[in-house]
């Protein structure tokens, strides 16, 4: 790692008075006919589309590949520190900088955009929907944030109330971008200032759907009735969800973070986990999204992933294991198409009107990965195996073995159990190395099964090396600087300040322990 990034922590009502420096007229912006030129204007923009995931090589690091990254299983830490998220005892400053960045870093180009425009018009619009993409990572980490009240006393809502506000949101920003490609549907005043769709508002509400369809599955257990309604008005819109991979929600950043990480930094490894999946699936994607490598424990050329949660004696020795194929140019994922369509077969598999059934929609999901990594002649074989399954983990330092028996051809008499372990475990392999939600997914329903870490260093919590981690504590800076409002984020979270609380939307009392 290049360096740790530690940025002060600030009440929220003086954050949030924060601006970037900007172009006068910037309400001209809400007149497609009359878009101002100036960079100034539109880099408000590329500074949100910069944190929604975070683009900025240490913004990642501390927001994304140290914590989701981790906890969904994709990649492990390869360096040697003691105190990591990995064994569930991270530092005071790891704990502070997801949440400290997405404020200090968001909200003064969002406030600039909502000054401006009086809170009104598509742009402001837009950069509502570039709020929920950024805040819902966050309160799927901690829980409790602030949300409606950013700007004003800077309290905590419940999780519950930051749902509800995000749907209000995303409801509101649908509405509008529908409203503006009506009337300009070739708009793209503001390409150069979109590094994501290149100002093709057609394709940011499709998104905008696609993630309204994400955060109702999120609430499945915790309000069904909610997350029925949500998920069914995002696929029914006139324009609808992402359904094809030429729409996949993803930002042009040079360098990619995650190629930093792994090779610059050498702190990151492919995680023991989905190499065991893939290999025994005999998935082709595998090539697509790791190197070989012979320097592990054997001279046979191969994939070989690092457990997470344990103890690194060495660079040397745990950069022996496979990298990420994931290099320089390559953009950095949002989300895919392949992901809605297993959202989508998840609800139908619940009861939900998603338009197909959940068997045609499961292997649409398949079908969609392959296509986006260019393996589409091996589908066939794949989506028609019935007995291949999780390979154990034969390292002989840390073996492990395979937890799951699910197969991968859809099982038309299965149970709702299996069938759910079946959509969870191909999306977790088609949305890699979308971590933080890959986390989120397996806390929400069980799936798929990882390996329990093999050294959990917290001592006040001895159950997490069975039950995995619910979320992360929060930001240890709010207890020195806003004491009063931490202590009612404590009262919204329902449990002790740690790692093993539950969150709001956590209500499935009887998904498998890891």
């Not at 065991?276 to 697509?288: A, E, F, L, Q, V």
Request: aromatic content about 14%; hydrophobic content about 35%.
């Amino acid at each position: 790692m290049n360096r740790f990034k530690i940025i002060p922590i600030f009440c929220l009502t003086v954050l949030v008075g924060l601006h970037s420096s900007c172009t006068k007229d910037f309400s001209k912006i809400n007149t497609p006919t009359n878009i101002p030129e100036s960079i100034p204007l539109g880099s408000l923009f590329l500074e949100m589309q910069n944190m929604v995931y975070p683009a900025q090589n240490n913004n990642y690091q501390m927001s994304e590949n140290l914590v989701g990254d981790v906890y969904g299983r994709y990649f492990a830490i390869s360096n040697t520190w003691t105190t990591n998220f990995g064994t569930y005892n991270a530092p005071d400053s790891w704990l502070n900088s997801p949440y400290t960045d997405a404020y200090a870093m968001f909200y003064p180009a969002y406030n600039k955009v909502k000054k401006e425009t009086n809170s009104e018009g598509v742009f402001f619009q837009w950069a509502q929907l570039l709020k929920v993409g950024l805040f819902h990572r966050i309160t799927d980490m901690y829980g409790p944030i602030p949300y409606s009240k950013v700007g004003s006393t800077g309290d905590y809502d419940s999780q519950e109330q930051v749902y509800t506000n995000m749907f209000n949101d995303l409801d509101k920003s649908i509405q509008a971008l529908t409203d503006f490609v009506r009337v300009y549907p070739n708009d793209r005043s503001m390409k150069q200032f979109d590094n994501v769709y290149g100002g093709d508002f057609v394709k940011w509400i499709k998104f905008a759907n696609s993630l309204k369809l994400r955060l109702a599955m999120r609430i499945a257990y915790a309000n069904p009735d909610l997350a029925k309604q949500k998920a069914e008005e995002a696929v029914a819109h006139l324009i609808g969800v992402i359904q094809d991979n030429v729409d996949n929600a993803s930002i042009s950043y040079n360098p990619n973070p995650i190629k930093v990480m792994w090779d610059d930094y050498s702190d990151s490894r492919v995680a023991a986990d989905i190499v065991t999946y893939m290999k025994g699936y005999n998935d082709p994607r595998i090539s697509k999204y790791f190197q070989t490598t012979s320097k592990v424990y054997t001279a046979e050329e191969g994939y070989y992933g690092l457990r997470v949660g344990i103890n690194i004696p060495s660079k040397d020795w745990a950069t022996r294991y496979s990298s990420p194929a994931i290099y320089v140019a390559d953009r950095l994922l949002w989300m895919n198409a392949a992901e809605v369509a297993f959202l989508k077969a998840e609800g139908a598999l619940r009861g939900w009107v998603m338009g197909e059934t959940a068997e045609v929609l499961y292997n649409k999901g398949i079908e969609l990965s392959f296509a986006q990594h260019n393996v589409s002649n091996s589908l066939a074989t794949y989506v028609s195996n019935t007995t291949l399954t999780q390979a154990d983990n034969v390292d002989p330092t840390y073996p492990a073995s395979a937890l799951s028996k699910i197969t991968i051809k859809w099982d038309a008499a299965g149970s709702f159990e299996s069938n759910l372990e079946q959509i969870m475990t191909q999306k977790w392999i088609a949305i890699y190395p979308l971590g933080q939600e890959a986390w989120s997914e397996q806390r929400r329903t069980g799936y798929p099964r990882f390996f329990p870490i093999v050294l959990n260093r917290n001592a006040n919590e001895s159950a997490l090396t069975n039950n995995g981690p619910s979320r992360i504590p929060f930001a240890p800076n709010e207890k020195i600087l806003n004491l009063d409002k931490y202590n009612v984020g404590v009262q919204l979270l329902g449990g002790p300040d740690n790692y093993s609380t539950r969150l709001w939307w956590d209500k499935n009392q009887n998904k498998p322990l890891l």
